[in-house]
């Protein structure tokens, strides 16, 4: 009887229960986190027409879509040499709202200036 004691108060001392065997731990494991997938991408392109300015595509693109006057520059000789120029890539509600303001812009000072959004 004394054996059987001394088997069961050592086992409760090392943290056995019925629950609890030998061969389980007591870690508790993380939840997975589930990254958020990032939005899908759109460019915003200007069209190159025989009308609009130079100077005013350079404006709107340092207006728009925060660029440097070199940058700008670069981005309109490519849609005056290409045809078309990407002026930035964007989530598509800021795309689309970029494109609206350039649209805008350019109707109010009544230049042909075109412009638009495509998945990049």
Known sequence: MQIALEFFTNWLKIGYTMANTPNESNTVLKPAVAKPKLPPMFKVILLNDDYTPMEFVVECIERFFNKSREQATQIMLKVHTE??????????????????????????????????VEPA
């Open 83 to 116: 045809g078309m120029g990407v002026c930035g890539v964007y989530p598509q509600d800021i795309a689309e709202t970029k494109m609206n303001l350039v649209l805008n812009y350019a109707n109010e000072s009544q230049h042909p200036l075109q412009c638009v």
